[in-house]
Every structure is written in structure tokens, then in C-alpha cells.
């Protein structure tokens, strides 16, 4: 298996606040998490309950939410080894806890026409941020990403910065597109400035979106509650790894159940 958290791409990382990690699963697993994302989409659709995203006018930036609960095959690849060795890094401090929790992990489907997004952070901060990170993404491309399918794009350097981006940087001439093969994973600062592009070709583009949090933000930076979302039947069947990541349990302490006979 190549290993992808290597010196070189945590310089990347550290320097330009993302890293494109090429081909981490292949063409042919991507095809199979494309299929089952497309299911998903068009069974909430049906039924009422497909998810716009508000700033799209034209309503073709679709999210599917709570992707754990929904396939195995998002269960195993959330826990992919090399992108969690990248979130451990970057959450890293002096803790026996938990370094991190899963904010989130759901679908990004742009339908061809789809809007640009505005330029934002992920970190749900206040001025002045932060230096250390709150949150960082993992962009999961389902489909090639090009010049013209609404690529993600940054502005590097950018979460070395201490305040958000407004309006007029929109315009910056500095902004990239990450461009990349299926199954490539691009990873973020929460502080880096970026935004999902324009689709101008004539096919869907779809990519998965696992967001992570510190855990000691979870309250604030957390998107999808898994205390409550997650279900009886995936949490049986969910590993000891998936279960720290989900922050099953976080909090409990021994003895911390038993209420006491006598109380008022």
C-alpha cells in the first residue's frame, strides 16, 4: 500500500494549508461509492427529501447527509488508514484522549449549471482565528475533478491568515483549482479559504466530504450529531475505531450511570 502521510506531503500541508493525496483508492472502488451515493440521491429525491444547498439559486448543489449510517462502504472508507494518520497529525497535542472527532461525512453532488460557492473557512470561529486548527476536510473525489466540473478551489496560503474571507476576495486572481483523478482525497486546513466551483460541463460531479473536528471543539464545530443520528444496527456493527472516531461513549465515566438511591 503506498503511504501517502509522508515528510513531503506534511510540508505541503503545513506551507499551502491542503495537499492533493493522488489515487489513494482505485478508479474502480470510486465507481462503486459513486453508484451507491447516486442511489442514495435519487431515493431522497423521490421521496421528498433531497437536500439543497441555500446559496445555489438554481438548487443543483445536492448534499447527502449521515453517510455512516447509510453503507458499509462509507463506514470502512471514512477510516481509511492514511487519511487518518494525516487527521492525528493534525489534531496532535499532549492528550490521552481522543485527538479528534468525525464533525461529519456526507455526499457533494454538483449538477451541471450548479453555482459557485462563495469563499469560507470551515472553522466556526470568531476573529482573530485561531494558529492552531479546529477543524481540517477530506474531499473524496467520486469523479475526475477538472477545469470545468466545479472543482474545489483555494486560495494557498490562506490559513496562515487570521480572518475570514469577504466579498471582494470572491475575485482574488490567486484562487486555484485542485484538479485530480478519481480517487484522489484532498486534504484542508479548517482555516483555508476555499469554495466548490461552477460545474460548466454537462455531467454530475461527485465527491464525499469527511470533516473532522478537535475534540475539544467538538460542541461547536460538530455538523452531524453521531450521538444521535447513528443507529442501533451500525453501531453494532461499527469497529473500535469507528466508534473513537464517532465519539461513542466520549464523556462517560465509570460509575457515572448509577444514580444513588437517596437523591433529592
Not at 513531503?8 to 500541508?13: C, D, E, G, S
Not at 506551507?15 to 451515493?37: A, T
Not at 452531524?224 to 466508534?243: C, G, M, Q, R, W
Request: hydrophobic share 35%; with cysteine.
Amino acid at each position: 500500500m503506498k503511504k501517502f502521510f509522508n515528510t513531503k506531503n506534511k510540508k505541503i500541508f503545513s506551507r499551502y494549508g491542503y495537499v492533493i493525496l493522488r489515487n489513494v483508492i482505485s478508479k474502480k472502488k470510486s465507481k462503486v461509492l459513486k453508484r451507491k451515493v447516486l442511489e442514495l440521491y435519487e431515493s431522497e429525491r423521490k421521496n421528498g427529501k433531497s437536500y439543497n444547498y441555500k446559496f445555489d439559486k438554481n438548487n443543483k448543489t445536492k448534499r447527502v447527509w449521515n453517510l455512516v449510517n447509510k453503507s458499509k462502504e462509507f463506514r470502512e472508507i471514512i477510516q481509511n488508514k492514511e487519511v487518518n494518520l494525516f487527521m492525528n497529525w493534525i489534531f496532535d497535542r499532549k492528550t490521552d484522549h481522543q485527538k479528534y472527532f468525525l464533525s461529519s461525512f456526507q455526499a457533494n453532488i454538483l449538477l451541471p449549471g450548479c453555482s459557485k460557492q462563495k469563499l469560507h473557512i470551515d472553522s466556526p470561529l470568531p476573529e482573530p482565528l485561531p494558529e492552531w486548527p479546529i477543524k481540517a476536510n477530506s474531499i473524496w473525489m467520486l469523479d475526475d475533478f477538472n477545469i470545468n466540473n466545479g472543482a474545489t478551489e483555494v486560495l494557498p496560503k490562506s490559513h496562515k491568515l487570521k480572518f475570514k474571507p469577504k466579498k471582494k476576495d470572491d475575485k482574488n486572481k490567486n484562487i486555484i483549482k485542485c484538479i485530480g483523478s478519481a480517487g484522489s482525497v484532498i486534504i484542508t486546513h479548517g482555516a483555508l479559504w476555499h469554495r466548490s466551483g461552477e460545474n460548466l460541463s454537462s455531467e454530475k460531479r461527485i465527491a464525499l466530504l469527511g470533516c473532522f473536528a478537535a475534540s475539544y471543539a467538538m460542541e461547536i464545530a460538530n455538523e452531524e450529531n453521531h450521538s444521535k443520528i447513528i443507529d442501533k444496527f451500525t453501531l453494532k456493527k461499527a469497529s473500535p475505531f469507528l466508534k473513537k472516531i464517532l465519539g461513542v461513549g466520549h464523556g462517560l465515566k465509570t460509575g457515572s450511570r448509577i444514580v444513588p438511591k437517596n437523591r433529592n
